[in-house]
């Protein structure tokens, strides 16, 4: 399994990546023009030279090496709510109160806001239900966190992931149901296709700017608030692992919720490290114990390495590289030594000296799972 950034070659992928994702999945919709579209623009970012975070939006896909099959999606939009509005709503609790009659009620509302306008957002994660396999979904998840580690200057000091609400397997969403009912007259799938294409100006012009009292909601729509797809909650379990919390904001269309962590307190940045990349060119089959000081890391701990490059990006998990640290270093500023096989270090586009990004995954978080069935399905 490679990550790399996404080209043009990938559009087909990417369209059934879309169609196969359903309703909700606002990030990827099976819209060809738009996919085509979002392609260029990620190609454009991952080329362009940064210094400070603008509107770039980087996609990367997951291939599987054997076949060249796109396995799944993963991404970052760079400044959110920078080109359009990005709107949640903010659970809130409110008081009334009468001092002369001494009655007191706290009642919930929601208010439409632009809280997170600014921060860096992980989206467009997906991986196809017949590639779900080990450390598949982690790879796709915390690959991001190294990408920006990475180049700090690309993105902001605090990251979002808005997490998909609940929805049936019609593609309906009890929260949107309630809103259509009072608001929008607009068929949930309309709505998600009209804000994964960029359009957003109904929610301005139709959607309630004044708090709605959540007391006054069907319970269905009650009962979803903050709530995540099924399908989403391996992939929210991995990110609050990561240190990611819900502070009270949820999506306009389906309720779900949106987790927030700044970049330098998130578990993978903080576990990864650089090192200097030794190339070994010994066929790995003909290896014994005796050769390699570190040869149970090489055997027993899968890493996640990565390659510090931008449009040549690569990453994948690993068991056959073995990292050393810096002499005297508990993990500061030197460098340690990674030495990568001569086939691996040609996928990775890695040459002697170069450097590259390690996280050993017995030091990433944790999965709070232990259903394999489960933790192999993602989508958000």
């Not at 809130?92 to 306008?117: A, G, P, Q």
């Not at 929210?236 to 990611?244: T, V, W």
């Not at 200097?276 to 055997?299: K, N």
């Not at 270090?345 to 990433?364: D, M, S, V, W, Y």
Request: net charge negative; with cysteine.
């Amino acid at each position: 399994m490679i990550i790399r950034p996404i080209t043009d070659k990938d559009l087909d992928a990417l369209f059934l990546i879309a169609t196969e994702s359903g309703p909700g999945f606002t990030s990827l919709m099976p819209d060809r023009d738009a996919l085509a579209r979002k392609v260029a623009h990620s190609m454009a970012s991952f080329e362009r030279r940064v210094t400070n975070p603008d509107d770039e939006h980087y996609l990367f896909v997951l291939e599987d090496e054997a076949t060249g099959a796109i396995m799944g999606t993963t991404g970052i939009e760079a400044n959110a709510g920078h080109t359009r509005p990005l709107y949640h709503f903010r659970r809130n609790t409110v008081t009334h109160h009468s001092r002369d009659l001494d009655l007191r009620r706290s009642v919930e509302t929601l208010t439409r806001c632009n809280h997170y306008t600014g921060y860096s957002e992980i989206c467009s994660l997906y991986l196809r239900p017949e590639f779900r396999r080990a450390n598949a979904g982690k790879l796709l998840s915390r690959v991001r966190f190294l990408f920006m580690a990475l180049h700090p200057e690309r993105f902001s000091d605090n990251i979002i992931a808005e997490m998909r609400g609940v929805s049936d397997a019609a593609g309906q969403s009890p929260f949107w149901d309630w809103l259509k009912a009072h608001f929008v007259d607009m068929e949930f799938c309309q709505a998600t296709h009209l804000v994964g294409t960029g359009y957003t100006d109904f929610i301005d012009e139709l959607m309630p700017s004044h708090p709605l009292y959540t007391c006054m909601m069907s319970p269905e729509a009650r009962a979803v608030l903050s709530q995540v797809h099924k399908h989403t909650r391996p992939a929210l379990q991995i990110l609050a692992a990561e240190g990611f919390q819900h502070k009270g904001f949820i999506d306009l269309l389906d309720a779900g919720p949106t987790v927030e962590c700044a970049l330098a307190d998130i578990r993978s940045v903080k576990a990864s490290s650089a090192c200097r990349v030794t190339i070994d060119g010994t066929d790995t089959s003909t290896r014994t114990h005796s050769g390699y000081e570190h040869v149970s890391y090489r055997q027993n701990n899968p890493t996640l390495v990565t390659n510090t490059g931008t449009a040549d990006f690569r990453a994948t998990i690993t068991s056959e590289v073995s990292a050393q640290p810096y002499p005297g270093s508990s993990g500061g500023s030197q460098p340690g030594t990674l030495t990568v096989p001569s086939a691996l270090a040609e996928k990775l586009h890695l040459a002697e000296g170069h450097l590259a990004r390690i996280l050993p995954l017995n030091q990433a978080a944790p999965a709070r799972t232990h259903n394999t069935a489960t933790e192999l399905n993602y989508a958000y």
